[in-house]
């Protein structure tokens, strides 16, 4: 196991339910601080209540709604100026119903607003304070649709793809400074996206829905091994190294200065 940093803060958004709630409870059983994001206060209060209770940890609440920019900007102060905070565990999010075509833009936009811009502002605000004192963690909550898009339509499994290369950047910019970055694919996770995006869970098969406490617990220990990215559910973590390792294999054919034979004209010049 890495070491913990078991006086640190870790700030977690989304931690009013799901996946995030789970989060916060498994940092305070590991001796985290914390400090609690998401709009309901209520629900915060309650978890808060409970949380520093049963683990003697200090936990704050925060509540804002992470697409309005003046509420995140307290956020981001709070990432930027409270010396504690260590961790930032960027979980919030939510999905439109339906495709792009009968999707309403504007939640189209708060969503992206939700999943992409928030979690790149949040790590923003917090990465040089880590970078300055060689120690932190950002993990960052995607999907497994980032890598399989074609699974759902509209605009979700974009966000999620956009963590999920983000956190490939952020890595190959901390690197060997200190900070610990990972991305989480969880696959279908009992929680209340799925109502809130109108969608029954229920509808899928049984063997496909991974209890809430049990995809943390896996993410966590993917975060211990020091892993850059975790899939939960995957069994054979050979397979996912296999789909790393065709990618990178691309590397040296991405840039050339000459276009592939494929897209010339076969008709010869002098014809
Ligand atoms: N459940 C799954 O099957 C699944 C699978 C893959 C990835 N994920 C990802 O896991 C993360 C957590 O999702 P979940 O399943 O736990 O969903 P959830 O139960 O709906 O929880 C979402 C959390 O985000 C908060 N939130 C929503 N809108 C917000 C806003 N505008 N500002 C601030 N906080 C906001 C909610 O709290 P308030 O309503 O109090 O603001 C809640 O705490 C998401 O990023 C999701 O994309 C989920």
Same mark, same amino acid.
């Given at each position: 196991?890495?070491?913990?940093?078991?006086?640190?803060?870790? !700030?977690?958004?989304? &931690?009013? $339910?799901?996946?995030?709630? #789970?989060?916060?409870? *498994? %940092?305070? @059983? =590991? +001796?985290?601080?914390?400090?609690?994001?998401?709009?309901?206060?209520?629900?915060?209060?309650?978890?808060?209540?409970?949380?520093?209770?049963?683990?003697?940890?200090?936990?704050?609440?925060?509540?804002?709604?992470?697409?309005?920019?003046?509420?995140?900007?307290?956020?981001?102060?709070?990432?930027?100026?409270?010396?504690?905070?260590?961790?930032?565990?960027?979980?919030?999010?939510?999905?439109?119903?339906?495709?792009?075509?009968?999707?309403?833009?504007?939640?189209?936009?708060?969503?992206?607003? !939700?999943?992409?811009? &928030?979690? $790149?502002?949040?790590?923003? #605000?917090?990465?040089? *304070? %880590?970078? @300055? =004192? +060689?120690?932190?963690?950002?993990?960052?909550?995607?999907?497994?649709?980032?890598?399989?898009?074609?699974?759902?339509?509209?605009?979700?499994?974009?966000?999620?793809?956009?963590?999920?290369?983000?956190?490939?950047?952020?890595?190959?910019?901390?690197?060997?400074?200190?900070?610990?970055?990972?991305?989480?694919?969880?696959?279908?996770?009992?929680?209340?996206?799925?109502?809130?995006?109108?969608?029954?869970?229920?509808?899928?098969?049984?063997?496909?829905?991974?209890?809430?406490?049990?995809?943390?617990?896996?993410?966590? &220990?993917?975060?211990?091994?020091?892993?850059?990215?975790?899939?939960?559910?995957?069994?054979? +973590?050979?397979?996912?190294?296999?789909?790393?390792?065709?990618?990178?294999?691309?590397?040296?054919?991405?840039?050339?200065?000459?276009?592939?034979?494929?897209?010339?004209?076969?008709?010869?010049?002098?014809?």
């Amino acid at each position: 196991m890495l070491p913990v940093d078991t006086l640190d803060t870790a !700030l977690v958004t989304g &931690a009013s $339910t799901g996946i995030g709630a #789970a989060y916060a409870d *498994r %940092l305070a @059983a =590991r +001796g985290h601080p914390l400090v609690l994001v998401a709009r309901n206060r209520e629900a915060l209060d309650t978890l808060a209540a409970r949380l520093s209770r049963e683990h003697r940890v200090k936990v704050d609440v925060l509540p804002a709604d992470l697409t309005s920019s003046a509420q995140r900007a307290e956020v981001e102060r709070r990432l930027r100026e409270d010396e504690a905070i260590g961790t930032l565990v960027n979980n919030a999010g939510a999905s439109v119903a339906g495709g792009l075509a009968e999707a309403r833009l504007d939640d189209v936009e708060a969503m992206i607003g !939700l999943n992409v811009v &928030a979690p $790149t502002r949040l790590t923003g #605000a917090l990465l040089p *304070r %880590l970078l @300055a =004192r +060689g120690r932190g963690s950002i993990i960052n909550i995607a999907s497994a649709l980032a890598i399989a898009p074609e699974l759902s339509v509209g605009a979700y499994a974009a966000t999620k793809s956009y963590l999920l290369t983000y956190t490939l950047s952020l890595h190959k910019e901390v690197n060997g400074r200190g900070v610990q970055v990972q991305a989480v694919l969880p696959g279908i996770t009992r929680t209340a996206i799925w109502e809130h995006a109108g969608k029954d869970i229920d509808s899928f098969p049984e063997h496909m829905i991974m209890e809430v406490d049990e995809m943390v617990d896996a993410a966590l &220990a993917g975060y211990d091994m020091g892993e850059l990215v975790t899939v939960p559910s995957l069994p054979d +973590g050979e397979e996912w190294n296999g789909y790393d390792e065709a990618r990178r294999r691309l590397f040296p054919e991405l840039s050339r200065s000459q276009a592939a034979d494929r897209y010339k004209s076969d008709i010869p010049e002098d014809a």
